[in-house]
């Protein structure tokens, strides 16, 4: 194990290309890094010795990084040995990660986090700040984002919890859901449903092709309608004067879908803390 000594959030950067990341923020002023091969053979063993650390700059401004070596080919069958980061870093701490055939862990709270990978999961917690989530074959799972969320998936289910800020998301080949957008979406699902709990204001554009869409309106919001779907129902559970005819509206939808029904509906209450 390796320590660092960092009192403020750091910013994290990792590349590995087969194993497993996890990472958790925690109240200390100090980073902490272990590397541990996933194999006992010898190039598992030297392949995490290899793993090249750096902790630059000083004061609010210092990166970590934690890179390991390059196999013979990084996305072509032959791949380097599988290892594990398990790192530690102060609340608040930026990951900015790029893995192939890795699963990516990070709990605790983040500040932004910009990741990608192939053919592996990803569960994120908290994000103070944006966050930029790319994934291929593999499922994404975020607790909630204040800032904005631009997330794309292919071959996997994408999971967001609430999120402050705009999305931007869309999926191929998997299930889109949304706990609470809190400013304008535009969401895209191919051969998959689209699912967002609760908007309230803005603008929310939904697109499926053979797959479901259904919005929930928080309680409220005045919108306007442009709803349609080519080889499916529509519904809508709002009210005639939710729909703000004549007058001011919170809310714009614009929702289709080719092969794929459409529901609109009110948000469930919100429970209290």
Request: charged residues 25%; hydrophobic residues 35%; without cysteine.
């Amino acid at each position: 194990m390796t320590t660092y000594q960092t009192p403020n959030p750091v910013r994290l950067r990792l590349k590995l290309e087969a194993g497993r990341i996890d990472v958790i923020t925690w109240d200390e002023p100090r980073a902490e890094v272990e590397v541990t091969p996933l194999g006992n053979d010898q190039a598992s063993i030297e392949a995490a010795e290899n793993v090249q650390q750096e902790l630059r700059g000083s004061g609010e401004s210092q990166e970590l990084s934690v890179e390991a070596p390059r196999g013979h080919s990084l996305f072509g069958l032959r791949r380097g040995p599988e290892l594990r980061f398990a790192i530690s870093v102060p609340h608040g701490s930026s990951i900015d990660s790029a893995t192939v055939s890795a699963d990516v862990t990070g709990r605790g709270r983040f500040g932004t986090a910009k990741l990608n990978t192939t053919s592996g999961d990803v569960s994120l917690g908290a994000v103070a700040g944006d966050a930029t989530i790319k994934t291929v074959s593999g499922d994404l799972d975020v607790e909630r984002v204040d800032g904005t969320a631009t997330l794309n998936s292919v071959s996997g289910d994408l999971e967001l919890g609430p999120v402050a800020g705009e999305i931007s998301a869309s999926t191929v080949s998997g299930d889109l859901h949304v706990t609470s957008a809190g400013s304008s979406l535009n969401a895209k699902g191919v051969s998959g449903d689209v699912t967002v709990e609760s908007v309230r204001r803005g603008e929310a554009r939904m697109q499926t092709v053979s797959g479901d869409i259904t919005l929930g309106v928080a309680a409220g919001a005045r919108v306007w309608m442009d709803v349609s779907s080519m080889s499916g129902t529509t519904q809508s559970d709002l009210e005639p004067d939710d729909t703000g005819a004549g007058g001011d509206v919170d809310l714009r939808i614009k929702a289709n879908s080719a092969s794929g029904d459409i529901r609109l509906q009110r948000a469930a209450p919100v429970a209290s803390a």
